[in-house]
């Protein structure tokens, strides 16, 4: 069996300008990503040229924890927490729509263009469905009265799944939106829920700061659990490839994994790699699978470059 290549990764900028913690973080077109704030600042930088200023693209009254680029339609859609969903035409630089939701906190932004629908995670418990290119609200349904925390679509089967904190993550049809699967293996609030590029497993990870994989063609049989972070676990990013995966924890790091047998290749953390030193909340790929962004209550974000072996 060959041995597993561990890429060295090297951390070749910080990106500062916020004035609170960063927890909203998306990829744009190319190389551009797009944070958002407890300060209620939108910005945009370019991941290829770290070094350039990041742009102001909106500021709002209230703490921005959600974040979607719809490249079809141009938008950049944020979640305004208690007030709803607004979307930045990011060529003419202004407000394009503005939807107004239940006045709660908005932990997740999902869109499916085939069906061309917005699925918004509430934290009432509430899963909001909007039209898309008008953002209408066309359903409100409430699945829990605990609040949901994160989303992710699998297009090909028409299935979205949905992580709460009342420790369940559910598997919903995407056109009716009734419950198909429910996982409930979790001992805690679920924050991240992500589905191989390849669409065979889905993997969620939480409070109790470990990532199980299900098994989707199996009717999301538990397949594996492993005890990945200290503390919650705040997001999983599969590189685009499907290579790599990259999860974020309040434990402070950022652990890099071969994603076919989650061995773990690499911790970013403050004392090994000049890492964040307060919990890391969101990462996005930007562009090519080479490079990954991290976003953290210290403010900042951190762009990171991962060096390939040209023989492997």
């Not at 996005?284 to 403010?299: A, F, H, I, Q, Y």
Request: charged share 20%.
């Amino acid at each position: 069996m060959s041995e597993i290549f561990r890429p060295p990764v090297t951390k070749i900028a910080t990106l500062a300008g916020h004035r609170d913690a960063v927890y909203a973080l998306t990829g744009g077109a190319g190389a551009a990503i797009y944070s958002g704030s407890a300060d209620g600042m939108v910005v945009g930088w370019d991941a290829a040229d770290p070094a350039r200023d990041g742009e102001l693209l909106a500021r709002v009254e209230n703490s921005v924890y959600a974040l979607r680029h719809l490249p079809e339609l141009g938008l950049l859609v944020l979640g305004h927490n208690f007030q709803g969903i607004q979307a930045i035409d990011l060529t003419q630089r202004k407000l394009a729509h503005a939807t107004a939701l239940p006045p709660v906190a908005i932990f997740e932004i999902v869109a499916s263009m085939i069906r061309q629908r917005l699925y918004v995670a509430l934290g009432d418990g509430t899963l909001a469905v909007l039209t898309l290119p008008d953002f209408r609200i066309e359903k409100l349904l409430r699945l829990t009265n605990k609040s949901l925390r994160c989303l992710a679509l699998h297009e090909g089967r028409g299935e979205l799944a949905v992580g709460s904190s009342d420790t369940l993550t559910r598997i919903l049809d995407l056109d009716s939106l009734e419950t198909k699967f429910t996982l409930g293996e979790s001992t805690n609030s679920v924050f991240s829920v992500a589905y191989a590029p390849d669409g065979t497993r889905l993997l969620t990870a939480g409070r109790d700061a470990q990532i199980r994989t299900w098994d989707v063609a199996a009717d999301y049989v538990l397949a594996s659990q492993v005890p990945a972070h200290m503390y919650t676990i705040n997001h999983l990013a599969f590189s685009p490839g499907g290579q790599y995966l990259a999860s974020c924890s309040l434990d402070k790091s950022i652990k890099v994994w071969d994603a076919a047998t989650l061995t773990l290749l690499r911790v970013l953390d403050r004392a090994r790699s000049a890492g964040h030193g307060t919990s890391v909340n969101r990462l996005v790929w930007p562009g090519t699978e080479n490079r990954l962004v991290s976003c953290s209550d210290d403010r900042s974000l951190a762009v990171w470059q991962l060096t390939m072996n040209d023989e492997q």
